[in-house]
Structures are given as C-alpha cells and as structure tokens.
C-alpha cells in the first residue's frame, strides 16, 4: 500500500514537473513568434520606405527634350527605365491650340526608345511648361508630369 502511495505520489510529481515545463515551453514559443510578427512588420516597413527613396532618387521615367518649330514645339520623349512605358494620354492637352503626337495614344515607349509630341500654342493660350500624362506601366497607371524643357 505505501509502494502504491509513493509510486501515485511520484506520477503526480511527473505531471506537475512535466505540464510546467509544457507551459513553460509554450510562453516561449509564443514570446518568441511575437518577436518574429515585429521583426517581420518592422523590415516590411523598412521595404516600404527604401522603395520610396528608390523612386525619389532614380531618374524620371520620362525624359524630355525639346525642338522649336515654326509656331509650335517638338517635345522629344524617351523612355528611361528598363520597362515598356505606354502613355495612355495627355490629360492636359486642351492647354494647348493643337497636339500632334508621332502617333496615336495610346503610345507604347520601349526601354531607351523614345517618341513626340509636337504641341502648337496661340496668343489666347499660355504657353504651358509640363505635360500631365497618364502612364501605364507594369499594369499599374498614374499621373507623371513631365517639364518640358525650353526649345534649342
């Protein structure tokens, strides 16, 4: 009887020992997969900022150059970036008397190519200094406005 009182006595001390040690191991676990949770939010934020410094510092997408014409200019547009750019339109075209692309939009531009846009002004009509084009690139779209640089 006293064998089976120690024997029970001892199983009960395994149990304890062993689902505190259990316990104990699981606060760990779970401390240490929140450590892990902020590590992960803290380099994905991390990402985030580098990609908008990235695109602050590298070059425009678009680079303009600019030829005078007899009443108007020609404004030389290459692409600066190693994807396909297609310019979808030139939202402020009624702020010039006439637009004359090379071709029709919407206008694909290959890495290093480049493409124009010839726009005529009139005296009722400030001569406007930036093209506001809607982009299409890597299936996303956006607004760039592009300074168009004066004539040579």
Known sequence: ???LTVLT???AIWSWWSANKSGKARKAAEKAEANADRRVEA???TATELRK???RLSLPPLKATTVALKSGRKVMLTNTTVEE???VELVNSDKFYAVRPLEPFPITI?????TSISVFGSAQIP????FHLRLSSSGEERLLHVPIPPSN
């Open 9 to 11: 006595l001892l199983f």
């Open 85 to 87: 750019i297609i310019v």
């Open 127 to 130: 001569r406007q200094e930036n």
């Open 110 to 114: 290959h890495p290093g190519a480049q």
């Open 1 to 3: 009887m006293v064998g």
């Open 43 to 45: 380099a994905e934020s």
């Open 53 to 55: 410094l990235v695109e």
